[in-house]
């Protein structure tokens, strides 16, 4: 069965400290791997595309990479605007293109 | 460019009353999307249009929710009867491409439906 799993659920961070946020993933026909940021009360906000592994992409404080079972989401010296849940999503062949979410990884950031 | 719209941001409703959320996609955006998302959890498909044809509705409990999408822009989603569990957020979101294509969604901020 197609999963999608993240961890940890939760991440308590002093600012500056930088640290990783994980996706693992069981798909049949990888098509692409979603990053999302979403805020309370807010829609998730799109970040990242990965399509193969040993792709990385980069945004401000924020760096995505993807191997054959999981992908990382690492975040360097973190702000307190950096707190939200980070969601991610697979799009597989094999589940008809449709988009398979993990639970997200809420992430706070303390000055 | 404009984003997501939807109407309205909270709902209150008694279960087995009616409700119903509004989205006009992103300008140019073929396909439309309903979520709803639980607390804690990933956002779960609800139902996916592309223009004004369904094209995947599998996980939409058609006994109590339909939706539409008229002239292939604005939809709406309906539920009825509420039931104390379909207290959720309810996400719509649009892209620019569809089946098969690997293109980004692009989300509202929600309507928060609460049922009691």
């Known amino acids: 069965e197609d999963q999608v799993t993240q961890s940890p659920e939760a991440l308590r961070l002093q600012e500056g400290e930088s640290s990783s946020l994980n996706c693992s993933y069981t798909v049949s026909g990888l098509r692409g791997l979603f990053w999302y940021r979403q805020d309370p009360g807010k829609g998730p906000e799109f970040l990242f595309t990965?399509?193969?592994?040993?792709e990385e992409k980069e945004k401000e404080r924020l760096k995505a990479t993807l191997t054959k079972k999981e992908s990382f989401l690492h975040i360097t010296a973190p702000k307190p605007e950096d707190s939200a849940t980070y969601l991610c999503a697979v799009q597989a062949t094999a589940s008809n293109y449709q988009l398979i979410w993990g639970a997200g990884t809420k992430l706070i950031i303390k000055p | 460019e404009a984003g997501v719209a939807q109407s309205p941001r909270y709902k209150i409703i008694e279960k087995r009353q009616s409700v119903a959320f509004w989205c006009n996609p992103i300008s140019g955006h073929a396909t439309l999307y309903w979520y709803q998302q639980i607390l804690g959890q990933g956002p779960k498909l609800l139902i996916q249009f592309q223009n004004n044809g369904v094209v995947d509705d599998s996980q939409l409990p058609k006994d109590r929710f339909s939706a539409e999408r008229l002239k292939g822009v604005d939809s709406t989603l309906k539920i009825q009867p509420a039931k104390l569990e379909d207290s959720a957020v309810y996400l719509c979101a649009s892209s620019l491409v569809g089946q098969g294509a690997t293109s980004p969604l692009h989300f509202g901020n929600g309507t928060r439906l609460t049922v009691t």
């Open positions: 990965l399509y193969s592994a040993g």
